[in-house]
């Protein structure tokens, strides 16, 4: 009896071994790799350009203050179209980052509050809300997708990140020049 015992013992034993093995997570796929880092420059870039833009409308709203002040209202309304193509972009930024949402066998470890004051303290108009609230856990998953797949939805959001990035540049560089065509005068 007792070496039925052990003979069934060690059946248990090696049996569960066996399947500890079989279910072992496998390495994970150089796409799946792949769209791992271009995650996490996502959340890195993300970041920048966000604090970029928020400094772009912050000194535009800055400038119009200044010139409506001065009372020159030309150059206040160039800024204000400025500063709504800003606002404009940051909603486009919000409606992105919604999009991202974490990878298989990740948790989503980064800040997607963005503390930042949308009250203007001067007059005029915007074709825009401010509302930017969204919700990250929206349900939206990329579970059960193949690897590839996820990688082209990581290039796709880095690509849409990237075209963000060049239409800020553009819209700095607008700021700046009204402002040298204001210092020229």
Request: net charge negative; with cysteine.
């Amino acid at each position: 009896m007792r070496f039925e015992q052990t003979s069934i013992l060690f059946l248990a034993c090696s049996l569960a071994v066996i399947i500890g093995i079989g279910c072992g997570d496998a390495a994970p796929s150089a796409s799946f790799q792949e769209a791992q880092k271009i995650h996490e420059q996502l959340d890195r870039l993300a970041a920048e350009l966000h604090d970029e833009l928020q400094l772009a409308v912050g000194d535009a709203e800055a400038q119009i203050e200044a010139n409506l002040t001065a009372g020159d209202s030309i150059f206040a309304m160039q800024l204000g179209r400025v500063e709504s193509q800003l606002g404009e972009l940051d909603v486009r930024f919000h409606d992105w980052e919604s999009t991202v949402v974490p990878l298989p066998g990740a948790t989503c470890d980064h800040d997607h509050e963005h503390d930042h004051d949308h009250a203007h303290d001067h007059e005029h108009e915007h074709d825009h809300d401010h509302d930017h609230a969204h919700d990250h856990g929206s349900g939206v998953s990329l579970e059960g997708m193949s690897d590839e797949a996820i990688l082209e939805i990581q290039q796709a959001l880095m690509a849409e990140l990237t075209e963000m990035g060049v239409l800020l540049e553009e819209v700095k560089s607008s700021l700046q020049n009204i402002g040298n065509e204001e210092d020229a005068e």
